[in-house]
Each structure stands twice: as structure tokens, then as C-alpha cells.
């Protein structure tokens, strides 16, 4: 007989093509969807098992319809892709929920910050962070997003020549973690903000393989000379001695500023700097040195990051979609006009004029969610839906999986900024589109991630026209966001 792992098929239900009623099945008090019969590592000669992406998996699971379970060893786990499920979960529910082991593993990295944190520590975080996103403070920060993304297009001028290659992946990481310095940290970009950039590559690179290892916090705590585990130390105590650094530099400017009767400034790193030293609120407002560096890191890594794969995404489909580029750049051209009808460079207050740019980007993040997963693990028995699923079970969504779903999006791996006009975003449910999230863990940084997509995007698309350069090979890397494996490569033509 044919064992599992060769023929899994046989062992399966039938996935269903299109999204059917529910089919339940009853296990005692419990009722689950329908999936996998066997525990996960049975399936590990399967073609949809490749721990380097996991979207293969979730692909095949979405078959199954509304929801699919299977079981990793004791453990079990149910993918939903019903909007109304996912809603369940992050917000009617939320309280039934944490979040799911493989975040909780983001802690060797990020430590006890605002994506690992949870309950009142989470609440705590959030509450002295929140200020510092409020809409009219991240405002502030239009001009000088605009000043870096006009910078690297002259960078791109000096050193333009015919047939010139870049890779515009590694060119947006850069920028973006320049924006993100400037504007929420206020800190030069100096060589070592550069290595936040390497070191997080690198971590990215080993992400994958440390949250396989089991108890790899223990491994990492009793230093276990296990090549990837040294490799990794190093890079997160670079990555710490980067914050550190960072946190003292902006102290000895507060203490000079105080000492002059100055303005302390309004940056994230200020605010969250003297909310730890604020005195008197017994402890309610404050941070530990610790949850201070381990917050700067956590806002810094997920700041940049996301956002630059956004738009790296988006200079890929703007590359094969010609139409769309044309139109993209007839709205920037008509807009981004001074008095005597020279181009000039976006504002704050262009921002309502630019809805074909920001529908781009949104349907940029449909096809490419750069956070494109996410996980909750249920803290007693709860029920979603028609299921019933015992406590301690996983639940995962994929934007990836549900962004695509063509229900909500027909034809749906293709390039449409049109199902992003105010009438079609109403006609779908909320969760049919989530790339920020929801609830009360929404992306806390989602307006900053617009004003800086929208103005990066219309800078640069004003000036360049960027051409794919043929027989590249663009591939998804699924790690904590998704970007293209092997960078994409651009040439970029001035376009005046
Ligand atoms: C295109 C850009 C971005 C995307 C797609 C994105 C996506 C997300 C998603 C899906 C979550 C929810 C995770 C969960 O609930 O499990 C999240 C949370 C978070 N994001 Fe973003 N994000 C982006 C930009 C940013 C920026 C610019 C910042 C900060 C500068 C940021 C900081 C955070 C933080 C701190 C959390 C945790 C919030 C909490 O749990 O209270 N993100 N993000």
C-alpha cells in the first residue's frame, strides 16, 4: 500500500473548488471543518509541504472551502477563509484569543514589545505608543518622507547611464529605513541604522529554520553552538547595540535640551523615551529599559520592512502592467504641477488629489500582502462560525490566500486598481481585504504606511519610469513579510 506521504490525496477529503456550505464534523463536543486525516509530517513528501513556504500548504487547505483542520503532533489547527470567520477572531472574539506560538517565537527577536506582547502588557504598550501615530503627528512627517524618496531619485539621476540595472527591492528597503529613522526616530542614518538592514536579512534568512527548532529560546539561552544559533546571537547583539546606541544618543539630547529650556522633540522615540521616565503614574505609563529597546526595535523592524515591500510589489505590477502605469502617471503628471506648470514635488495636501496612486498600492498589497499570514490561539473552547474548536487550537488567515479569493475578486491574479474605488470597497465584506490587519491589534502604523507608500510612490513615479528587465525569475519568499526571493530587477528611463 501507498504510504501516506507518496499518495497523500487519497487520505484527503475532496477540496472543493468554490467555497461550499459547511461540511462539520463532529468529535464529541467539538465540531471541525474538514482537512487533513493525518498529522502534518505524514505529509511531508507532498508537493503542498515545503516549510519554506507555507503558502503552498494553506493554497491546498483553501480548497476545503469555508475552513480546513489538521493537526501538527497534539496540536490543532484550522485555517479559516470566510471574512466573517476572520472577523470573528480579531474582533467580536478577540479576547478569546492569543497570539499563535510562531509570533510568540518573534520574541528571541523583537523581546516583549508591541507584536509579542499580550493582554495588559500589550494594552500598556499600545497606550503609550498610540500618541505618537495619531493621525496629525504622522502629518508631520509628509516633507521629510517626500525629501528622502526625491533623494534617492537624484541619487538615481547621478548615476544614471543607458541600460543601468538596479534592484529596485534593495533600493526601497533602503529608503524606507531611511524614512523610518528620520521621521519616527529622528536619528541620523548613519553605517550602523545601515546594519539594522543587514543584520534584519540575515535574521530573516535564519527565521525560518530557528522557529522549526524545538524550544530554540532555551537553545539560544544555554548558548548551543549550533551554527545558526551563533549566527543568529550575533546578529540580534548587533541589532541591540544599534538601539542601545540609538536610545542614548536621543537621551543626551533631551538632557542638553532640558538643560537649554528647549523643546524636547515629537518623535516616537522621545515620546517613548519619556513616557519611561515619567515619574508618578505608578508605573501604569512606564517602560523598563528593557521593553524600551525592545519596542524601538519591534516599531523600527516593522516599520521599514513592510512598507518597502509594498512598493517594491507595486514597481513589479506597475512594470507588467502597462496601462495602469500610464494611468498612474497621467495623475501624477496632472497634479504634481507648480504655478508656471513645471512638476513639482508632492505634499501633504496632494494626498486627496492621488486616489489612482493610492488604489495601485492597495491592490499591490491585495496580490502581495507583505504581512500575508497571521495567527491566533484560542485560550478556552470557542466557537466561530459553525465550528467548535477546543481550547489551545490554532487558527490561522492569510491575506494571501483570501486577498485572492475570486468571490470577492474576479480574475483575481490580475492587476486592478478599479476594485479599489469607494463604491467597490463597499460592496465586500470588511475582512475580504485586511493587509493591515484587524481589531484592536490593527497595524498601528497603517496611516504612516499610506502617507509613505502614496508620496514615495508618486516622488519617484513622477521622475522614472521603471522597465522589468527580462528572463528575471520573481520569487515569493514567504518569512515574516513576503518578498521577492531574488530582488526585482529594473531599469529605470527618466521620463524627463
Ligand atoms: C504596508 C505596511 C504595513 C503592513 C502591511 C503592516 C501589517 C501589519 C499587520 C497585519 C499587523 C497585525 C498583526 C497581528 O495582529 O497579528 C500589524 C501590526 C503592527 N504593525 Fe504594521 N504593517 C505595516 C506598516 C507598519 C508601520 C509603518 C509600523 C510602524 C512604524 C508598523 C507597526 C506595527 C506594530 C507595532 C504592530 C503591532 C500592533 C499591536 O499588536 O498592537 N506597521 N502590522
Known sequence: MASPAQQPAQELATPQADTPPATILHRGKFRFPPGLRLNLPFYSFSKFFDPRNPILLFEYLAKFGRAAHYRLLWHHIVLLTDPADIREVLVDKAHLFIKERTQKRMRILLGEGLITADGETHKRHRRIAAPAFHRQRIQAYASTIVEYADQKSREWSYQWRPGR???????????????????????????????????????????????????????LRWRIPVPVLIRFRRSKKHLDQVVDQ???????????????????????????????????????????????????????????ETVANALSWTWLLLGQN??????????????????????????????????????????????????????????????????????????????????????????????????????????????????????????????????????????????????????????????????PKFGIQVTPQPRY
Open 165 to 219: 540595472q538596479i534592484d529596485v527591492a534593495d533600493e526601497m528597503m533602503r529608503l524606507a529605513l531611511q524614512i523610518t529613522a528620520r521621521t519616527l526616530f529622528d536619528t541620523e542614518v548613519t553605517p550602523e541604522i545601515h546594519a539594522i538592514n543587514d543584520e534584519s536579512n540575515a535574521v530573516m534568512d535564519m527565521y525560518n529554520s530557528l522557529v522549526s527548532l524545538p524550544r530554540a529560546e532555551d537553545l
Open 246 to 304: 540609538m536610545i542614548a544618543a536621543k537621551q543626551a539630547e533631551i538632557a542638553q535640551a532640558l538643560r537649554e529650556g528647549r523643546q524636547i522633540g515629537g518623535d516616537l522615540l522621545s515620546m517613548l523615551i519619556a513616557a519611561r521616565d515619567q515619574e508618578g503614574t505608578g508605573g501604569a505609563n512606564k517602560l523598563s529599559p528593557s521593553e524600551l529597546r525592545d519596542e524601538v526595535l519591534t516599531i523600527f523592524l516593522a516599520g521599514y
Open 322 to 483: 502597462p496601462h495602469a502605469e500610464a494611468r498612474l502617471h497621467a495623475e501624477v503628471d496632472s497634479v504634481l504641477l507648480d504655478q508656471s506648470g513645471k512638476p513639482r514635488l508632492p505634499t501633504l495636501e496632494d494626498l486627496p488629489q492621488l486616489p489612482y496612486t493610492e488604489m495601485v498600492i492597495a491592490e499591490a498589497m491585495r496580490l502581495y500582502p507583505p504581512a500575508w499570514a497571521m495567527g491566533r490561539q484560542a485560550t478556552e473552547d470557542v466557537e466561530i462560525g459553525p465550528y467548535r474548536l477546543p481550547k489551545n487550537s490554532f487558527v490561522f488567515f492569510s491575506q494571501y490566500i483570501v486577498h485572492r479569493d475570486p468571490r470577492f475578486y474576479p480574475d483575481p491574479e490580475s492587476f486592478r486598481p478599479e476594485r479599489f474605488t469607494p463604491e467597490a470597497k463597499a460592496s465586500r465584506p470588511k475582512f475580504a481585504y485586511f493587509p493591515f490587519g484587524g481589531g484592536g491589534r490593527q497595524c498601528i502604523g497603517e496611516s504612516f504606511a499610506w502617507m509613505e507608500a502614496i508620496l514615495t510612490l508618486a516622488t519617484l513615479a513622477q521622475r522614472w519610469r521603471l522597465t522589468l528587465v527580462e528572463n528575471q525569475t520573481i520569487a515569493l519568499q514567504p518569512k515574516i513579510t513576503l518578498r
